[in-house]
């Protein structure tokens, strides 16, 4: 799982980090991203994200809602402290 956010504007203008672009993530939590200006390092990055894609698997809702129950219940443990997460 990639958590990494990441975004390539232009071909030159790239940022990558932790921070979510939600008011919660800006008001409470300690985030950081680096904003690189460089159209190399904006091609990298578009070209690892291709590659990560080319590699992922598409999640099917029929799929998600028939995975076992072991999951399920660690995925509403786990939402019990999102806030905390």
């Known amino acids: 799982m990639l958590h990494a956010k990441t975004s390539v504007v232009d071909g030159v203008w790239t940022?990558?980090?932790?921070?979510?672009?939600?008011r919660w993530s800006f008001l409470h939590n300690n985030e950081v991203n680096a904003v690189i200006i460089s159209s190399d390092f904006a091609s990298e990055?578009?070209?690892?994200?291709?590659?990560?894609?080319?590699?992922?698997?598409?999640?099917?809702?029929?799929?998600?809602?028939?995975?076992?129950?072991?999951?399920?219940?660690?995925?509403?443990?786990a939402h019990l402290f999102r806030r905390y997460l």
């Open 45 to 77: 990055v578009e070209a690892l994200f291709e590659r990560d894609l080319a590699q992922s698997r598409e999640v099917v809702l029929e799929e998600w809602r028939s995975r076992p129950l072991l999951p399920r219940i660690m995925e509403w443990f």
């Open 15 to 22: 940022t990558v980090g932790s921070t979510n672009m939600d």
